[in-house]
């Protein structure tokens, strides 16, 4: 089974702060995308990546980057943390025919 | 503009007591229906991928349906273990394999 890794749960940071979140995938899949879930509003994409060092924004890049040097690896940084991106982050791959597969998922306050 | 609607937000049922959740959608180029499973504090996981419209998938208690305009998530003889946000999303084609998500519907089963 495709697994992804996020690589924490639950992440407690000041406002102001730099804030990085790591996601692994095993499977050599080429697409890797970066959702938040707020209770009401459903998923919404930040940013993905269709391949190494390529990226795309999505619906709500605002206050964030990502990066990805390698292909397992896709990372979500928040420049600035603020208090408006208290949030679920969830990380997923594919590698195109088929759905999403999630990692856990990282549960984010911003105090 | 693409759009995924799901409704209702919430449903409670008893155990044993059969529905349906609605997935309503405009996409431009439809390649793919997707339906997940969401526990809390978890990650998504895939439960069916539809395609065209009159394709139905059944996986033990829950069977999808899809229409040009909707998809349906009947459940039949629901269980307390069934409880769950669902959540359905469309991908269009051209899309970079983006997902477009509704809001999820909340199912609580009661013994």
């Known amino acids: 089974d495709v697994k992804v890794t996020q690589s924490s749960r639950y992440l407690v940071k000041r406002t102001g702060e730099k804030v990085f979140l790591e996601c692994v995938q095993d499977m050599d899949h080429e697409n890797m995308f970066w959702y938040r879930q707020d209770p009401g509003l459903g998923l919404r994409l930040i940013y993905f990546s269709y391949d190494v060092k390529m990226k795309e924004k999505g619906d709500i890049p605002e206050g964030y980057s990502v990066s990805r040097e390698k292909k397992e690896r896709f990372s979500l940084i928040l420049e600035s943390a603020s208090t408006n991106q208290t949030s679920m982050y969830l990380c997923a791959s594919t590698q195109g025919g088929d759905g999403y597969t999630f990692g856990s998922g990282t549960r984010l306050t911003v105090v | 503009e693409d759009q995924v609607t799901q409704s209702p937000e919430a449903l409670r049922l008893q155990e044993g007591e059969s529905s349906s959740l609605n997935c309503s959608y405009t996409v431009s180029g439809l390649r793919g229906l997707f339906w997940y499973r969401q526990d809390p504090g978890k990650g998504p996981e895939f439960l069916f991928t539809l395609y065209s419209a009159g394709e139905e998938k059944e996986k033990e208690r829950l069977k999808a349906t899809l229409t040009k305009k909707e998809s349906f998530l009947h459940i039949t003889a629901p269980k307390p273990e069934d409880s769950a946000t669902y959540l359905c999303?469309?991908?269009?084609?051209?899309?970079?394999?983006?997902?477009?998500f509704g809001a999820g519907t909340r199912l609580a089963v009661h013994p």
């Open positions: 999303a469309v991908r269009r084609s051209g899309g970079y394999n983006k997902l477009i």
